[in-house]
């Protein structure tokens, strides 16, 4: 069973920028399909940002200022944020849908 660990969550002011990692604990293939997702307070879970061998996804609130990528020698996935919002505050989630496992969260915070 795979293990995915979210990091790079912090404090940011409104136009700043932050960079998530899902690191998985194994190198097989099918770790290529990675989900992120997010979850406000009082909010339901949404959907983020996708990255497969052949394409990457992003929903319409953050398009053109999110970013996801991937490093195959370090078994991540990145999730570059920019121009950040007080919208975008929420606990961001990793999640590799042929494992259907989650990881535990990191809290990303957007305030002055």
């Known amino acids: 069973q795979v293990q995915l660990v979210e990091s790079g969550g912090g404090l940011v002011q409104p136009g700043g920028s932050l960079r998530l990692s899902c690191t998985a604990s194994t190198s097989d293939n099918r770790f290529f399909g990675i989900n992120w997702f997010r979850q406000a307070p009082g909010k339901q879970r949404e959907f983020v940002a996708r990255?497969?061998?052949?394409?990457?996804d992003y929903v319409d609130s953050v398009k053109g200022r999110f970013t996801i990528s991937r490093d195959n020698e370090k078994n991540t996935v990145h999730l570059q944020m920019s121009s950040l919002k007080p919208e975008d505050t929420a606990v961001y989630y990793c999640?590799?849908?042929?494992?259907?496992?989650w990881g535990r969260g990191t809290q990303v915070t957007v305030s002055s």
């Open positions: 999640y590799a849908p042929f494992y259907d496992t």
């Open positions: 990255i497969t061998p052949s394409w990457t």
